[in-house]
Protein backbone atom coordinates (compact mmCIF):
# COMPACT_ATOMS: atom_id res chain seq x y z
CA UNK A 1 0.00 0.00 0.00
CA UNK A 2 0.92 3.06 -1.07
CA UNK A 3 1.49 6.38 1.91
CA UNK A 4 -0.66 8.79 -0.65
CA UNK A 5 -3.45 5.60 -0.55
CA UNK A 6 -2.60 5.60 3.53
CA UNK A 7 -3.54 9.61 3.35
CA UNK A 8 -6.29 9.48 1.01
CA UNK A 9 -7.83 6.40 3.04
CA UNK A 10 -7.47 7.89 6.45
CA UNK A 11 -7.97 11.50 5.84
CA UNK A 12 -11.17 13.21 8.30
CA UNK A 13 -12.94 16.09 7.90
CA UNK A 14 -14.15 17.91 10.69
CA UNK A 15 -17.66 17.13 10.98
CA UNK A 16 -16.34 13.48 10.90
CA UNK A 17 -14.14 13.95 13.66
CA UNK A 18 -17.22 15.46 15.80
CA UNK A 19 -19.35 12.82 15.04
CA UNK A 20 -16.48 10.47 16.41
CA UNK A 21 -16.36 12.50 19.56
CA UNK A 22 -20.37 12.16 20.27
CA UNK A 23 -19.98 8.33 19.33
CA UNK A 24 -17.00 8.21 22.51
CA UNK A 25 -19.39 10.11 24.39
CA UNK A 26 -22.35 7.93 23.86
CA UNK A 27 -20.03 4.91 24.84
CA UNK A 28 -18.46 6.44 27.85
CA UNK A 29 -21.41 7.12 29.35
CA UNK A 30 -22.71 3.35 28.71
CA UNK A 31 -19.46 2.49 30.01
CA UNK A 32 -19.67 4.51 33.21
CA UNK A 33 -23.33 3.68 33.69
CA UNK A 34 -22.53 -0.12 33.46
CA UNK A 35 -19.45 -0.04 35.68
CA UNK A 36 -20.66 2.18 38.74
CA UNK A 37 -24.41 1.43 38.49
CA UNK A 38 -25.09 -1.93 37.47
CA UNK A 39 -21.78 -3.56 38.28
CA UNK A 40 -20.85 -3.90 35.05
CA UNK A 41 -23.28 -7.08 33.91
CA UNK A 42 -23.78 -6.00 30.43
CA UNK A 43 -20.82 -7.50 28.90
CA UNK A 44 -21.81 -5.64 25.80
CA UNK A 45 -21.62 -2.36 27.05
CA UNK A 46 -18.18 -3.08 28.63
CA UNK A 47 -17.10 -3.85 25.34
CA UNK A 48 -18.49 -1.06 23.40
CA UNK A 49 -16.98 1.20 26.42
CA UNK A 50 -13.54 -0.50 25.49
CA UNK A 51 -13.29 1.59 22.44
CA UNK A 52 -13.64 5.14 24.15
CA UNK A 53 -10.36 5.33 24.63
CA UNK A 54 -8.54 5.12 21.30
CA UNK A 55 -11.87 7.01 20.23
CA UNK A 56 -10.96 10.22 22.08
CA UNK A 57 -7.36 9.60 22.04
CA UNK A 58 -7.43 9.86 17.61
CA UNK A 59 -9.71 13.21 17.92
CA UNK A 60 -7.25 14.62 20.33
CA UNK A 61 -4.37 13.45 18.37
CA UNK A 62 -5.72 14.27 14.88
CA UNK A 63 -6.41 18.39 15.97
CA UNK A 64 -3.08 18.28 17.50
CA UNK A 65 -1.38 16.37 14.25
CA UNK A 66 -2.54 19.60 11.95
CA UNK A 67 -0.05 21.74 10.37
CA UNK A 68 0.90 24.78 12.71
CA UNK A 69 -1.41 23.70 15.84
CA UNK A 70 2.32 24.17 18.11
CA UNK A 71 2.66 27.52 16.63
CA UNK A 72 -0.65 28.09 16.96
CA UNK A 73 -0.21 27.61 20.65
CA UNK A 74 -3.03 24.45 20.51
CA UNK A 75 -0.94 22.06 22.87
CA UNK A 76 -0.76 24.85 25.75
CA UNK A 77 -4.71 25.90 25.06
CA UNK A 78 -5.54 22.35 25.92
CA UNK A 79 -3.61 21.27 28.52
CA UNK A 80 -5.04 24.00 30.20
CA UNK A 81 -8.58 23.07 29.25
CA UNK A 82 -7.79 19.14 30.03
CA UNK A 83 -6.06 20.17 33.54
CA UNK A 84 -8.84 22.49 34.85
CA UNK A 85 -11.62 19.97 33.66
CA UNK A 86 -9.71 17.05 35.53
CA UNK A 87 -9.67 18.59 38.46
CA UNK A 88 -13.17 19.28 38.22
CA UNK A 89 -14.01 15.75 37.71
CA UNK A 90 -11.31 14.03 40.23
CA UNK A 91 -14.07 14.44 43.38
CA UNK A 92 -16.52 12.28 41.82
CA UNK A 93 -13.78 10.57 40.09
CA UNK A 94 -12.67 9.62 43.86
CA UNK A 95 -15.84 8.77 45.05
CA UNK A 96 -16.08 5.84 41.98
CA UNK A 97 -12.62 4.88 41.70
CA UNK A 98 -9.98 5.98 44.47
CA UNK A 99 -7.37 8.39 44.11
CA UNK A 100 -5.22 6.37 41.45
CA UNK A 101 -5.35 6.35 38.54
CA UNK A 102 -5.81 10.10 37.54
CA UNK A 103 -9.18 10.44 35.84
CA UNK A 104 -8.94 10.21 31.35
CA UNK A 105 -8.69 13.83 31.29
CA UNK A 106 -5.17 13.69 33.03
CA UNK A 107 -4.20 10.44 30.99
CA UNK A 108 -4.91 13.10 27.35
CA UNK A 109 -3.35 15.93 29.28
CA UNK A 110 -0.11 13.73 29.32
CA UNK A 111 -0.64 12.84 25.99
CA UNK A 112 -0.96 15.91 24.91
CA UNK A 113 1.99 17.36 26.89
CA UNK A 114 4.38 14.31 25.72
CA UNK A 115 3.47 15.30 21.90
CA UNK A 116 3.88 19.21 22.91
CA UNK A 117 7.59 18.33 23.84
CA UNK A 118 8.26 15.78 21.11
CA UNK A 119 7.45 18.48 18.62
CA UNK A 120 10.03 20.89 20.28
CA UNK A 121 12.71 18.66 19.05
CA UNK A 122 16.40 18.35 20.70
CA UNK A 123 17.68 15.75 23.03
CA UNK A 124 16.21 17.69 26.24
CA UNK A 125 13.22 17.84 25.54
CA UNK A 126 12.54 14.35 24.34
CA UNK A 127 14.52 12.94 27.18
CA UNK A 128 11.75 15.34 29.44
CA UNK A 129 9.40 13.27 26.91
CA UNK A 130 10.22 10.04 27.89
CA UNK A 131 10.49 10.34 31.63
CA UNK A 132 6.60 11.78 31.30
CA UNK A 133 5.83 8.69 29.39
CA UNK A 134 7.54 6.36 32.14
CA UNK A 135 6.43 8.20 34.91
CA UNK A 136 3.84 9.80 34.22
CA UNK A 137 1.81 6.80 32.67
CA UNK A 138 1.79 5.04 36.16
CA UNK A 139 -0.57 7.69 37.33
CA UNK A 140 -3.30 8.11 35.04
CA UNK A 141 -5.87 5.80 33.68
CA UNK A 142 -5.45 3.33 31.77
CA UNK A 143 -1.63 3.82 32.25
CA UNK A 144 0.98 3.51 29.31
CA UNK A 145 -1.27 1.39 26.78
CA UNK A 146 -3.15 4.71 26.51
CA UNK A 147 -0.47 6.71 25.66
CA UNK A 148 1.02 4.62 23.28
CA UNK A 149 -2.33 4.08 21.56
CA UNK A 150 -2.82 8.31 21.25
CA UNK A 151 1.18 8.60 20.11
CA UNK A 152 0.72 6.03 17.66
CA UNK A 153 -2.27 7.83 16.17
CA UNK A 154 -0.35 11.30 16.58
CA UNK A 155 2.71 9.53 14.41
CA UNK A 156 0.18 7.99 12.02
CA UNK A 157 -1.89 11.14 11.36
CA UNK A 158 1.37 13.02 11.17
CA UNK A 159 3.06 10.95 8.35
CA UNK A 160 0.65 8.14 7.21
CA UNK A 161 3.14 4.81 6.34
CA UNK A 162 2.25 1.20 6.50
CA UNK A 163 5.25 1.00 9.41
CA UNK A 164 3.11 3.98 11.62
CA UNK A 165 -0.23 2.45 10.75
CA UNK A 166 1.06 -1.33 12.00
CA UNK A 167 2.87 0.61 15.14
CA UNK A 168 -0.60 2.02 16.15
CA UNK A 169 -2.27 -1.01 15.73
CA UNK A 170 -0.25 -2.33 18.23
CA UNK A 171 -0.45 -0.05 20.21
CA UNK A 172 -4.04 -0.67 20.63
CA UNK A 173 -3.18 -4.26 20.95
CA UNK A 174 -1.36 -3.56 24.19
CA UNK A 175 -4.89 -2.40 25.54
CA UNK A 176 -5.88 -6.37 25.96
CA UNK A 177 -3.92 -6.90 29.57
CA UNK A 178 -6.17 -3.84 31.06
CA UNK A 179 -9.61 -4.80 28.93
CA UNK A 180 -8.91 -8.63 29.03
CA UNK A 181 -10.39 -8.55 25.34
CA UNK A 182 -9.31 -6.81 22.11
CA UNK A 183 -12.37 -4.71 21.56
CA UNK A 184 -10.15 -1.39 21.33
CA UNK A 185 -9.35 -2.62 17.91
CA UNK A 186 -13.04 -1.93 16.70
CA UNK A 187 -12.18 1.95 16.61
CA UNK A 188 -10.07 1.70 14.74
CA UNK A 189 -12.26 0.48 11.22
CA UNK A 190 -14.76 2.80 12.86
CA UNK A 191 -12.47 5.82 12.27
CA UNK A 192 -11.84 4.15 8.78
CA UNK A 193 -15.30 4.43 8.20
CA UNK A 194 -15.51 7.93 9.44
CA UNK A 195 -12.94 9.55 6.99
CA UNK A 196 -15.40 7.49 4.26
CA UNK A 197 -18.74 10.09 5.03
CA UNK A 198 -19.02 13.74 5.61
CA UNK A 199 -20.82 14.83 8.56
CA UNK A 200 -22.00 18.24 8.89
CA UNK A 201 -21.84 18.40 12.40
CA UNK A 202 -20.41 21.79 13.92
CA UNK A 203 -17.99 21.77 16.25
CA UNK A 204 -18.58 21.81 20.15
CA UNK A 205 -15.54 22.58 21.86
CA UNK A 206 -16.52 22.87 25.23
CA UNK A 207 -19.20 19.54 25.15
CA UNK A 208 -16.50 16.84 25.71
CA UNK A 209 -15.10 19.04 29.08
CA UNK A 210 -18.13 20.09 30.64
CA UNK A 211 -19.61 16.48 29.98
CA UNK A 212 -16.73 14.31 31.59
CA UNK A 213 -17.28 15.92 35.12
CA UNK A 214 -21.15 16.76 34.51
CA UNK A 215 -21.97 13.00 33.90
CA UNK A 216 -19.35 11.41 36.63
CA UNK A 217 -20.83 13.90 39.45
CA UNK A 218 -24.76 12.64 38.54
CA UNK A 219 -23.32 8.49 38.65
CA UNK A 220 -21.44 9.73 41.90
CA UNK A 221 -24.62 10.76 43.61
CA UNK A 222 -26.51 7.64 42.95
CA UNK A 223 -23.09 5.46 43.74
CA UNK A 224 -21.73 4.83 47.10
CA UNK A 225 -18.31 5.43 47.48
CA UNK A 226 -15.36 3.11 47.20
Not at 78 to 107: E, K
Not at 136 to 143: D, Y
Not at 169 to 192: R, Y
Request: aromatic share 12%; hydrophobic share 60%.
Amino acid sequence: MKTGSLVSDWSISNGSLEALKWVGLLLMTGDHVNKYMLHESSPTLYALGRMVMPLFGFVLMAHLARPGARERGVHLRVMGRLAIFALLATPAFVHLVGWWPLNILATLLLATLITWLLEQGGLAARSLAAVAFLIGGAAVEFWWPALLCCLGAWAFVRRPSVRRLLLWVLATVSFFPINGNFAALAALPLIWAAGKVEVPLPRHRWIFYVFYPAHLSLIALWVPPM
